[in-house]
């Protein structure tokens, strides 16, 4: 159930219908985004007894009410709701889209009267006539559907199909002296002499209608409720010789009740008494039916006019207004009949009047849709907005028939329309203003970042002489650590060579080798870090190297150091300077130990890892894909905040002078 159909409201049948059905799986999606035009349309259809029908959106999505059910039956019913017009209708779809397709391209309503339309019903194709006529619905100023009201007309039709043969059948009557039958009346004798035909339509023996029977037995027929007035009839034809015209209903024995027509003629005598009436009798109950059928159409049309908000009215060709729906009259506060012709601009506004008049005389001069909008007085006496819209009925050679037109309130659209219009103006000057408070923020930021920018450069330029001092420094003492020792080594073996003494001389050497070597170290860092050293990237098998420098870290670390590696299987090959990711290693290795004075466990572990967008995005200079993650973890004294926030900076270290530039990693 799509639980945004709960403003529709009643509707019998159908409206439970469309409450029930699935909206969210057709192109007009669910009923809770419907536009209020759709809404406000359906719940006018679906509570209103005439026959009607919607077809909305692009896809003309049908809708219609019970009445309209009950007429077209199966098998459109229930299988029409929901789908579309085109794909719905394809045997009847060329004889009504002409109307659509004008009503969709906003060339206003249409009427078609007694429209020969076949319609599929039970499972036969039955002949039907229709009065329909299609009205555009307005959605926010465009046209979302199309609102059809219709009423089959085929028993009126064929009634009036019949009535005109029957019309026919009882002109040759007339001529040739009666088709039912002529009657004789013998007053003074009180016989009536009539043939079979007559005699059978009066249920009275043929045979003594022929030798004469007594009025009464053919009076005996007539209905009770018509027997007085013709009798009265009678009474005044015998009275004064003259005509008898009357038609009136005979009862038959099985119930079936039959209209005649009765003309006929009364002669007196010399002395002014009934002599002969004698005349003939046609069968009018065709025609009778039809008239009476015809009159309830009419009602049931009025009656539907006149249940509707819509003011419903209609014209001659020319223009002359002869008909009103009530909600007109209970709208206008007018007296029934009152503004026939033209009396109707006498209710419109003074400034709108001209306006609205030129345009319905521009219609009726060149057959165009009429459309204004003007002022209306009300039974109050004060004036609303009303839209007028009117459509002419056409006749097969093109000839306009009727004029149809409807008149809708809308007060409460024009308000909107001045809210929407002032606010409009006052959003643009908001606008405005917020414009230029933005642009001013934005002058005072722009300045603010520049002032911002030259202090950072202040800043980064103080860093940067910090830095270079913190790097000669710290290269100052290890040069000069490494030069003290070459020199006392070289001392040594030149006072054991001037004493003539030569052992020791190669433990001495390899001290000052040593030494050289450590400086060489400290250059090769040096070049690294401002990148003139040429690195020499090749494909490593990480696993490989952290065996092979598993001993001398042991070594480094010392006996008091448990050392653990795990690498995991099946680890990706990876791209690097294998003799800095060892330098990179090692370094780490010794801060490990010097962080562990009383000893403790060290772990060099390496695994596979893949960092996605998200993750690579929070890195500095980090792109998203496959890397070889390695940890080194100790169970040292740790860092502490001071020492973490720094331990990236460039030549920072914690070790003493002389003990370490902070260019390890």
């Given at each position: 159930?799509?639980?945004g159909?709960?403003?529709?409201?009643?509707?019998?049948?159908?409206?439970a219908?469309?409450?029930?059905?699935d909206?969210?799986?057709?192109?007009?999606?669910p009923?809770?985004?419907?536009p209020?035009?759709l809404?406000?349309?359906?719940r006018?259809?679906?509570?209103?007894r005439?026959?009607?029908f919607?077809?909305?959106?692009p896809?003309l999505i049908q809708?219609?009410?019970?009445?309209?059910k009950?007429i077209?039956?199966?098998?459109?019913?229930?299988?029409?709701?929901?789908?579309?017009g085109?794909?719905f209708l394809?045997?009847?779809?060329?004889g009504?889209?002409?109307g659509?397709e004008q009503?969709?391209a906003?060339?206003?309503?249409?009427?078609q009267?007694n429209?020969?339309?076949?319609?599929?019903?039970?499972?036969?194709?039955?002949?039907?006539?229709?009065?329909?006529?299609?009205?555009?619905?307005?959605?926010?100023?465009q046209?979302?559907?199309v609102?059809?009201i219709?009423t089959?007309?085929?028993?009126?039709v064929l009634?009036?199909?019949?009535?005109?043969a029957a019309?026919?059948r009882?002109?040759?009557?007339?001529?040739?002296?009666g088709?039912?039958?002529?009657?004789m009346w013998?007053?003074p004798?009180?016989?009536?002499y009539?043939g079979?035909?007559?005699?059978?339509?009066?249920?009275v023996?043929?045979?003594?209608?022929e030798a004469?029977?007594?009025?009464?037995?053919?009076?005996?027929a007539?209905?009770?409720?018509d027997?007085?007035?013709v009798?009265?009839a009678?009474?005044?034809?015998?009275?004064?010789?003259?005509?008898?015209?009357?038609?009136?209903?005979?009862?038959r024995?099985d119930?079936?009740?039959?209209?005649?027509?009765?003309?006929?003629?009364?002669?007196?005598d010399?002395e002014?008494?009934?002599?002969?009436?004698?005349g003939?009798?046609?069968?009018?109950?065709?025609?009778?039916?039809?008239?009476d059928?015809?009159r309830a159409?009419?009602?049931?049309?009025?009656?539907?006019?006149?249940?509707?908000?819509?003011?419903?009215w209609?014209?001659?060709?020319?223009?002359?207004?002869?008909y009103?729906?009530?909600?007109w009259?209970?709208?206008?506060?007018?007296?029934?009949?009152?503004t026939f012709?033209?009396?109707?601009?006498?209710?419109?506004?003074p400034?709108d009047e001209e306006q609205?008049r030129?345009?319905?005389r521009h219609?009726?001069?060149?057959?165009?849709?009429?459309r204004?909008?003007?002022?209306l007085?009300?039974r109050s006496?004060?004036?609303?907005?009303?839209?007028?819209?009117?459509h002419a009925?056409r006749d097969?050679?093109?000839?306009i028939?009727r004029?149809f037109g409807?008149?809708?309130?809308i007060?409460?659209?024009?308000?909107?329309?001045?809210v929407?219009a002032h606010?409009?103006?006052e959003l643009?000057?908001?606008?405005a203003?917020?414009?230029a408070e933005l642009?001013a923020?934005n002058?005072?930021?722009?300045?603010?970042a520049?002032?911002?920018?030259?202090?950072?450069?202040?800043?980064?330029?103080?860093?940067?002489?910090?830095?270079?001092?913190?790097?000669?420094?710290?290269i100052?003492?290890?040069?000069?650590?490494?030069?003290a020792?070459?020199?006392?080594?070289?001392?040594?073996?030149?006072t054991?060579?001037?004493?003539?003494?030569?052992?020791?001389?190669?433990?001495?050497?390899?001290?000052?080798?040593g030494?050289?070597?450590?400086?060489?170290?400290?250059?090769?860092?040096l070049l690294?870090?401002s990148?003139?050293?040429?690195?020499d990237?090749?494909?490593t098998?990480?696993?490989?190297?952290i065996?092979?420098?598993?001993e001398?870290?042991?070594?480094?670390?010392?006996?008091?150091?448990?050392?653990?590696?795990?690498a995991?299987?099946?680890?990706?090959?990876?791209l690097?300077?294998?003799?800095?990711?060892e330098?990179?290693?090692l370094?780490?290795?010794?801060n490990?130990?010097?962080?562990?004075p009383?000893?403790?466990?060290?772990?060099v572990?390496?695994?596979?890892?893949?960092?996605?967008e998200?993750?690579?995005?929070r890195q500095?200079?980090?792109?998203?894909?496959?890397?070889?993650v390695i940890?080194?973890?100790?169970?040292?004294?740790?860092m502490s905040?001071?020492?973490?926030g720094?331990?990236?900076?460039?030549?920072?270290t914690?070790?003493?002078i002389?003990?370490?530039t902070g260019?390890g990693?």
């Open positions: 159930m799509d639980r159909c709960n403003f529709l409201a009643g509707g019998g049948e159908m409206g219908l469309i409450r029930a059905f909206w969210a799986a057709t192109p007009l999606g009923a809770s985004a419907w209020q035009a809404r406000t349309t359906l006018l259809m679906l509570n209103t005439h026959p009607m919607l077809w909305w959106g896809e809708f219609y009410n019970d009445a309209l009950d077209i039956g199966s098998p459109y019913h229930p299988h029409a709701l929901g789908r579309g085109r794909d394809p045997q009847v779809w060329d009504i889209i002409p659509i009503v969709l906003g060339r206003g309503a249409t009427w009267e429209q020969h339309i076949p319609i599929m019903r039970n499972g036969r194709i039955d002949d039907a006539w229709w009065t329909y006529g299609y009205t555009p619905v307005d959605d926010e100023g046209i979302g559907g609102l059809g219709c089959e007309t085929t028993r009126q009634t009036e199909q019949r009535l005109r019309e026919e009882n002109q040759l009557a007339l001529e040739a002296e088709v039912v039958g002529t009657w013998d007053v004798a009180d016989r009536v009539a079979a035909r007559f005699a059978h339509v009066y249920e023996d043929p045979a003594r209608a004469g029977a007594p009025v009464a037995e053919f009076v005996a007539i209905h009770p409720e027997r007085e007035r009798a009265e009678i009474g005044q034809a015998t009275a004064a010789g003259g005509n008898f015209d009357q038609e009136y209903r005979l009862v024995s119930g079936s009740v039959l209209w005649v027509s009765a003309r006929g003629h009364c002669r007196l010399e002014g008494r009934p002599l002969r009436f004698s003939i009798l046609v069968d009018v109950t065709e025609r009778r039916l039809a008239e059928a015809l159409s009419e009602a049931k049309f009025q009656a539907i006019a006149d249940s509707i908000d819509h003011m419903i209609a014209t001659r060709p020319d223009g002359y207004h002869d009103y729906n009530q909600r009259y209970d709208f206008t506060g007018a007296a029934i009949g009152s012709g033209e009396a109707w601009n006498g209710l419109l506004h400034d609205a030129s345009i319905w219609s009726l001069r060149t057959g165009n849709p009429f204004a909008e003007f002022r007085r009300t006496g004060a004036f609303r907005w009303v839209l007028a819209r009117a009925a097969r050679q093109g000839r028939t004029w409807t008149c809708t309130e007060q409460e659209i024009i308000e909107a329309r001045e929407l606010s409009r103006h643009a000057r908001l606008v203003d917020r414009t642009r923020a002058d005072r930021l722009m300045k603010e520049a002032e911002r920018e030259r202090a950072e450069d202040a800043l980064r330029q103080s860093q940067k002489m910090e830095a270079v001092g913190q790097l000669t420094g710290g100052a003492h290890d040069f000069n650590n490494l030069l020792g070459i020199a006392g080594s070289l001392e040594l073996i030149q054991r060579i001037a004493q003539g003494r030569t052992e020791n001389l190669e433990r001495y050497l390899s001290a000052a080798m030494s050289a070597q450590r400086a060489s170290a400290l250059t090769h860092r690294a870090f990148r003139r050293q040429t690195l990237p090749r494909p098998r990480v696993e490989r190297l065996a092979g420098m598993e001398l870290i042991r070594r480094s670390a010392g006996p008091q150091i448990s050392l653990e590696t795990v995991a299987p099946d680890l990706w090959t990876v690097c300077d294998p003799n800095q990711l330098s990179a290693l370094n780490l290795a010794i490990a130990r010097d962080a562990m009383d000893g403790g466990l060290l772990t572990e390496a695994a596979n890892a893949w960092l996605d998200a993750y690579a995005a500095a200079d980090l792109a998203p894909g496959a890397y070889v940890s080194i973890t100790d169970t040292g004294a740790g905040a001071d020492v973490i720094r331990a990236f900076e460039p030549f920072f914690t070790k003493p002389g003990q370490g260019l990693l």
